[in-house]
């Protein structure tokens, strides 16, 4: 659905679930922000009628899922353009498997299968966008679902590289995403990786010269943890090749993190 400001086609209009959580939140401020209408849903998602009359009251071009709960089965976050809701046809193969007595998965498992099943079902439908957010951080120190805050809270770190999203720079390029009405599975994510290390040095030269940390490792972690930790790279390539000004992950955690909550006293 076409969203142009002064032609024929229908205006941009956004309805948006997870009004009470932290994305959900800050994607209507950025809505704001910028102008665009925008709705929160009333409807609960496991209600398919109360997400039809939701659709049906506001008349969004696109619906936002930024819903879901924290800790269990989360989703990223995922934004529906209206139209045709029904999966494309595909053909179907049958092979031959050894058939294996099922185990009773633990709850990080159960959570990564259904991100990998809900993951399978969205491609069947065109006019889905999935965005693949990873261990999130805002310009927002105080917030304790901010990576950089964790961490900062944490007795101990590992110092592992890994893929992860800054919110105020990719936040308001989901809104373009959806004006341009691209659709698929997107690794959202600033191009690079960054260590833990490297983020609390940061942490330590920008905003507090008097922090300090201590390391362990993966082994000495696994001994305290309930589920296992996921550390890798997410290829940013097909994002950054849309969106050419993407700043690489320390790049844009100095300009939109670090420079924004600068003291006094640290490095300039």
């Not at 401020?29 to 009628?49: A, D, F, M, Q, S």
């Not at 299968?113 to 993951?119: F, K, P, S």
């Not at 010269?209 to 305290?224: G, V």
Request: net charge positive.
């Amino acid at each position: 659905m076409g969203a142009e400001a002064n032609g024929g086609e229908k205006q941009l209009k956004f309805l948006i679930y997870g009004r009470t959580g932290w994305i959900g939140g800050l994607l209507g401020k950025v809505c704001e922000e910028r102008g665009i209408p925008y709705e929160y849903g009333t409807g609960r998602l496991e209600n398919r009628l109360s997400l039809e009359a939701d659709i049906t009251a506001v008349k969004p071009s696109h619906v936002f899922n930024c819903g879901g709960c924290h800790g269990q089965t989360q989703c990223g976050l995922v934004r529906i353009s209206q139209g045709r809701n029904h999966p494309k046809q595909r053909g179907r193969h049958s092979h031959p498997r050894r058939r294996v007595p099922p185990a009773r998965p633990r709850p990080h498992q159960l959570r990564h299968r259904l991100h990998l099943r809900v993951e399978d079902l969205l491609r069947n439908y065109e006019n889905v966008c999935t965005l693949r957010v990873r261990m999130p951080i805002s310009s927002d120190l105080s917030n304790p679902r901010n990576f950089i805050t964790k961490i900062t809270r944490y007795d101990k770190v590992v110092d592992i590289p890994n893929s992860m999203t800054i919110l105020d720079e990719l936040l308001p390029l989901s809104l373009q995403m959806a004006e341009r009405n691209l659709t698929g599975i997107w690794n959202f994510t600033n191009p690079g990786v960054v260590s833990h290390n490297e983020i609390l040095q940061m942490y330590r030269e920008f905003v507090d010269p008097n922090f300090t940390w201590k390391n362990f490792t993966l082994e000495e972690q696994a001994k305290i943890i309930v589920a296992p930790r996921s550390n890798n790279e997410l290829d940013a390539s097909k994002l950054k090749k849309e969106f050419p000004e993407l700043l690489s992950i320390k790049d844009s955690l100095i300009k939109y993190v670090f420079q924004p909550n600068q003291k006094k006293g640290c490095i300039l």
